[in-house]
């Protein structure tokens, strides 16, 4: 079964930093590209980041280019989110999301992890 | 504001067939495949449509989507309770080296 854990949510004050990381098992992970996708509070949703499976393609949505970092472990099935300079604008769930076919097209979603930026 | 336009709300009635549009431009809807997300409330989003009007294993033959030119559309006939979720539509968009875009999403109420 293909499970997909997000952890590392939480407070932080404008300006802080926060390290997402997303578990994944049921699949050989470093066959698959990934994405981040984040959703404000009664939002809709927004596409943060894509990396490729050998992590040699990468993008960002220009509302988090030159802030946020993504980057994964094959050896240990997961994926990360770096995340500086944090805003307010920030504030959202943010799911790891299972790449299948091409970047727009996500067949499994972790359950999402909340991510408060405010002072 | 998305570069792909959604209608914000619509509604039907059990029964009835309901569709739903996304704008976009050449860069986008235009050049590259459309996929649809469904998203019941509290819940993440689930894969309805992709490559334009495909199905995923496991969803109802009641979706199905379509494109002409730069714009896609979702129909769901036989409108059911359980539909009653936010719809999103989304793309690769060629433009400024390339993005994911989602459109502003869709609420659609079953009356």
């Known amino acids: 079964e293909v499970q997909l854990v997000e952890s590392g949510g939480g407070l932080v004050q404008p300006g802080g930093s926060l390290r997402l990381s997303c578990a994944a098992s049921g699949f050989t992970f470093s066959t698959y590209a990934m994405n981040w996708v984040r959703q404000a509070p009664g939002k809709g949703l927004e596409w943060i980041s894509y990396i490729s499976g050998p992590s040699n393609t990468i993008y960002y949505a220009d509302s988090v280019k030159g802030r946020f970092t993504i980057s994964r472990d094959n050896a240990k099935n997961s994926l990360y989110l770096q995340m500086n300079g944090l805003r307010d604008e920030d504030t959202a769930v943010y799911y790891c999301?299972?790449?299948?076919?091409?970047?727009?097209?996500?067949?499994?979603w972790g359950q999402g992890t909340l991510v408060t930026v405010s002072s | 504001q998305s570069v792909l336009t959604q209608p914000p709300s619509a509604s039907g009635t059990p029964g009835q067939r309901v569709t739903i549009s996304c704008s976009g431009s050449s860069s986008n809807i235009g050049s590259n495949t459309v996929n649809w997300y469904q998203q019941l409330p509290g819940t993440a989003p689930k894969l309805l449509i992709y490559?334009?009007?495909q199905r995923p294993s496991g969803v109802p033959d009641r979706f199905s989507g379509s494109k002409s030119g730069t714009s896609a559309s979702l129909a769901i006939s036989g409108l059911q309770s359980e539909d009653e979720a936010d719809y999103y539509c989304v793309v690769w968009d060629d433009s400024l080296n390339g993005r994911v875009v989602f459109g502003g999403g869709t609420r659609l109420t079953v009356l």
């Open positions: 999301a299972r790449v299948w076919i091409a970047a727009t097209t996500v067949d499994y």
């Open positions: 490559s334009d009007n």
